[in-house]
T-cell receptor, first 116, second 112 residues
C-alpha cells in the first residue's frame, strides 16, 4: 500500500525563490497536516486540513507561507519568497478522522529544503 | 501552560540492555498520549497510543509504555534493545479534538 508521498525529497534553492512542496496523502484519509522540523525548534505543526478545508493555520510562520488542498489527494505548501531561515525538513502527514482522536498520523519521508 | 517534556536529549544503551525513555506532560486534564519513532532520513511512525483503560500499553517492535496519572508520565520501555532501535523517539500529547503536541525528542544510540 502506498504511504504518504512527498516531493521533492530534496530542494536546494536561493534566497528569494519560490518553493513548492507537494504531498499526496493516503487514499481515504480525510485529515492532512504539514509539519516543519528543525534542530532548534523541533517539530512544529504549520497547518492542518480536514476534508480539504484548513482548520488550523496558526502555525504558519508568516505570509510568505501558504498551503492549499484543492482535492482529497493533493496538497501543496508554498514559500514565496524563501529565506535561509526556512531551511528545514517539511513533513506531510495524513490521518483518518479529525483532531487527535485517532492519534495515528502517517508521515511521509519529508522534503529537505535548503535555502542559500 | 500545556506542555510535554522529554528530559533526556540523548541516551546510549548497550545492545540487549533494557531501555526506558521518559515523557512528562502538564495538562489540565489527562490527554491522549502517544510515542512515535523516527529513523534517520525517515518520517515518524506511531509506536503506541493511550486513550483510556489499561495503563500499560503494548506497541509495535516490542515496545510498551505505562501511563502514571499521579506522576503525569508516559514512559516508553523495551526489555532488550536491538541495534535497529537506534532512532529518535518522540512523545506526543493532545486533548480531545485538539492537535498533537510533540516533545523535543530523545535520540537513542545503541552500542554493541
Amino acid at each position: 500500500d502506498a504511504g504518504v508521498i512527498q516531493s521533492p525529497r530534496h530542494e536546494v534553492t536561493e534566497m528569494g525563490q519560490e518553493v513548492t512542496l507537494r504531498c499526496k496523502p493516503i487514499s481515504g484519509h480525510n485529515s492532512l497536516f504539514w509539519y516543519r522540523q528543525t534542530m532548534m525548534r523541533g517539530l512544529e505543526l504549520l497547518i492542518y486540513f480536514n476534508n480539504n478545508v484548513p482548520i488550523d493555520d496558526s502555525g504558519m510562520p508568516e505570509d510568505r507561507f501558504s498551503a492549499k488542498m484543492p482535492n482529497a489527494s493533493f496538497s501543496t505548501l508554498k514559500i514565496q519568497p524563501s529565506e535561509p531561515r526556512d531551511s528545514a525538513v517539511y513533513f506531510c502527514a495524513s490521518s483518518l478522522g479529525q483532531g487527535a482522536r485517532t492519534g495515528e498520523l502517517f508521515f511521509g519521508e519529508g522534503s529537505r529544503l535548503t535555502v542559500l | 501552560a500545556q506542555s510535554v517534556t522529554q528530559p533526556d536529549i540523548h541516551i546510549t544503551v548497550s545492545e540487549g540492555a533494557s531501555l526506558e525513555l521518559r515523557c512528562n506532560y502538564s495538562y489540565g486534564a489527562t490527554p491522549y498520549l502517544f510515542w512515535y519513532v523516527q529513523s534517520p532520513g525517515q518520517g515518524l511512525q506511531l509506536l503506541l497510543k493511550y486513550f483510556s483503560g489499561d495503563t500499560l500499553v503494548q506497541g509495535i517492535k516490542g515496545f510498551e509504555a505505562e501511563f502514571k496519572r499521579s506522576q503525569s508520565s508516559f514512559n516508553l520501555r523495551k526489555p532488550s534493545v536491538h541495534w535497529s532501535d537506534a532512532a529518535e523517539y518522540f512523545c506526543a500529547v493532545a486533548l480531545v479534538g485538539e492537535k498533537l503536541t510533540f516533545g523535543t525528542g530523545t535520540r537513542l544510540t545503541i552500542i554493541p
